[in-house]
């Protein structure tokens, strides 16, 4: 050890050639070193840093690989059930009126209720119409009188037509009738019909006019 520490004491730094071969070994294991983390402080970290992100953008594409490799394999399947969907939504479509046949199936709500016995007290359709999207929604606010027996069966009538029409915020009352006691119920029908394509194109015109726009700069 004392030999090996000799060779460290007298070294000359302006003159490294005459070093004995231990610290010219260590001096040159130094600056091998000094060098490696010279170059991965300037170039290799960045490398690196492009390898890490390469790797993860890798995954990424694999990923999107096979959620669109899903999508190819069920391609078929997914035409089937859009297909399925665009029927559906075809078969509710026709369930809805249009403009001209509203009036056929206020009609038809007034003589599902006389049908049944009852006595209408109140039939009054709202002044405008709801303008959704593809649709338009008209309330009839209607009271009636008579039995339980005939206001549920009128309920089950009215659920059996050939247009959508709702029954909403029932209310059923007693009240003093010429044969004694009956029910009176008050309920918001909802009637639906779906709008032509001028009246489609005005709500989207609405819809476009209605939309926040962009502020200039």
């Known amino acids: 050890?004392?030999?090996?520490?000799?060779?460290?004491?007298?070294l000359n730094p302006k003159d490294p050639g005459t070093w004995p071969v231990l610290p010219?070994?260590?001096?040159?294991?130094?600056?091998?070193?000094?060098?490696?983390?010279?170059?991965y402080v300037a170039d290799w970290q960045a490398q690196m840093d492009e390898l890490v992100a390469g790797a993860e953008e890798e995954v990424k594409l694999k990923e999107a690989y096979k959620s669109k490799k899903q999508l190819a394999v069920n391609l078929d399947l997914y035409r089937q059930q859009l297909?399925?969907?665009d029927s559906s939504f075809g078969?509710?479509?026709?369930?809805?009126?249009?403009?001209?046949?509203?009036?056929?199936?206020?009609?038809?709500i007034n003589q599902a209720g006389l049908g049944r016995g009852l006595q209408f007290d109140l039939f009054r359709p709202a002044p405008r119409e709801t303008m959704k999207e593809f649709y338009a929604e008209l309330p009839v606010s209607v009271r009636v009188t008579g039995s339980y027996h005939d206001m549920g069966q009128f309920a089950s009538d009215i659920a059996q037509l050939s247009r959508i029409v709702?029954?909403?915020?029932?209310?059923?009352?007693?009240?003093?009738?010429?044969?004694?006691?009956?029910?009176?119920?008050?309920?918001?029908?909802?009637?639906?019909?779906y709008l032509d394509e001028e009246e489609v194109a005005k709500q989207k015109r609405g819809a476009k006019k209605s939309a926040p726009g962009k502020k200039k700069k």
Not at 1 to 10: G, I, S
Not at 91 to 108: G, H, R, Y
Not at 176 to 187: C, K
């Open 91 to 108: 078969a509710l479509l026709k369930q809805l009126p249009n403009k001209s046949q509203m009036d056929a199936l206020l009609v038809d």
């Open 24 to 39: 010219k070994l260590l001096a040159l294991l130094a600056l091998l070193a000094a060098l490696v983390a010279v170059g």
């Open 83 to 85: 297909r399925e969907i």
């Open 166 to 193: 709702t029954l909403n915020d029932i209310s059923i009352r007693p009240v003093a009738g010429r044969n004694g006691s009956v029910l009176a119920m008050d309920t918001s029908a909802k009637t639906f019909r």
């Open 1 to 10: 050890m004392d030999k090996l520490l000799e060779q460290f004491r007298y």
